[in-house]
């Protein structure tokens, strides 16, 4: 079935230095993918979609490309603030007849 | 206005008790889902809907049932809670499996 697999946490970082935190998909179609963003004590929320191949999503400096041919979609930024520590989810939704999918999440933690 | 509430937000139940979990949304959305969050699991789905009357399985449904008597609520129901089941537990909306989901806040339930 389809699965989600991403970094394992928790990843501690530097300000200033740069992130990226790999997801990589199985799926039998070409699914939307997602990057979520969970703060202390809420829920998560979208940080950017990407609803087709080759394309780009970006938001809050983060960005990833959904690469079909490599079935990843790596979550990178280049300079993390404190601001940004958090749990990080991948997630990918295959149609409207199945739910969607997320990963186990990555926590991180940046130092200031 | 927060679109999606959760009551109530922390629980504590007994082994063998009846727990409820409820979820509102405001969006109009058709789909609500239910997720589990456990360290090193992320998030799981339990149950969720299509709209109202309908439920469906996800990928952890044993122990737990689910009802959708309104477009606006979905409710999360233990017959009978086991220490298993303590997690933190997070209702989303989305206008369906394509889409973005909006979380609430989460219920933080502990089975003693």
């Known amino acids: 079935g389809d699965s989600v697999t991403q970094t394992e946490g928790p990843v501690t970082l530097s300000e200033g230095t740069s992130l990226t935190v790999n997801c990589s998909y199985e799926?039998?179609?070409?699914?939307?993918l997602f990057w979520y963003v969970q703060y202390p004590g809420e829920g998560p929320q979208l940080l950017f979609k990407?609803?087709?191949?080759?394309e780009k999503g970006s938001n809050r400096g983060f960005e990833a490309t959904y690469n079909k041919e490599a079935t990843s979609f790596h979550l990178q930024k280049a300079s993390v603030q404190e601001s940004d520590s958090a749990v990080y989810y991948c997630?990918?939704?295959?149609?409207?007849?199945?739910?969607?999918?997320f990963g186990a999440g990555t926590k991180l933690s940046v130092k200031p | 206005e927060a679109a999606v509430t959760q009551s109530p937000r922390n629980k504590v139940a007994v082994t063998g008790g009846k727990v409820t979990l409820s979820c509102n949304q405001t969006?109009?959305?058709?789909?609500m889902y239910w997720y589990r969050q456990d360290t090193g699991h992320g998030l799981r789905l339990i149950h969720y809907?299509?709209?109202?009357?309908?439920?469906e399985k996800g990928d952890i449904p044993d122990g737990y049932k689910a009802s959708r008597p309104s477009q606006e609520n979905f409710s999360l129901i233990l017959e009978l809670a086991t220490p298993s089941q303590t997690s933190v537990y997070f209702c989303a909306s989305a206008p369906g499996h394509y889409a973005e989901q909006f979380f609430g806040p989460g219920t933080r339930l502990t089975v003693l």
């Open positions: 799926t039998k179609q070409y699914p939307t």
């Open positions: 990407v609803p087709k191949a080759n």
């Open positions: 997630a990918l939704s295959e149609g409207n007849n199945n739910a969607p999918r």
């Open positions: 809907s299509y709209g109202a009357g309908s439920t």
């Open positions: 969006n109009n959305h058709n789909n």
